[in-house]
């Protein structure tokens, strides 16, 4: 079983970082593939980054290319985002997700993170 706890929010001005961690405490997290997921009040989940258990592949949502990198480090069972050049409409509720991509999609989202929250102020 996978156990997700995000750190690494907090608040910033726009054009600032931050680095979020995704660690799975139960060591299991290598056999799946990992994604960064993020939501505001009153709307849907949706999609931000992906990256295959290998770590060969990654995928992006639309907005956050160029600024954003998802990565992952099996040996210590973390995935991270690199958030640069961030912008107040970055602002959400940042979770983990681990499951099964086919293709740039998710077939399956099996575990969740609790949430980071993530201010960027103007």
């Known amino acids: 079983q996978v156990q997700l706890v995000e750190s690494g929010g907090g608040s910033v001005q726009t054009g600032g970082s931050l680095r979020l961690s995704c660690v799975d405490s139960?060591?299991?997290?290598?056999?799946?593939?990992m994604g960064w997921f993020r939501q505001v009040p009153g709307k849907e989940r949706e999609f931000v980054a992906a990256?295959?258990?290998?770590?060969?592949?990654?995928y992006y949502t639309e907005p956050v290319k160029g600024r954003f990198t998802i990565s992952r480090d099996n040996a210590r069972n973390t995935v991270y985002l690199q958030m640069n050049s961030l912008k107040p409409e970055d602002t959400a509720v940042y979770y983990c997700?681990?499951?099964?991509?086919?293709?740039?999609?998710?077939?399956?989202?099996?575990?969740w993170g609790q949430g980071t929250q993530v201010t960027v102020s103007s």
């Open positions: 997700a681990a499951g099964g991509l086919s293709g740039s999609s998710f077939e399956s989202l099996e575990y």
């Open positions: 139960k060591r299991t997290f290598r056999r799946y593939d």
């Open positions: 990256i295959r258990w290998s770590g060969g592949s990654t």
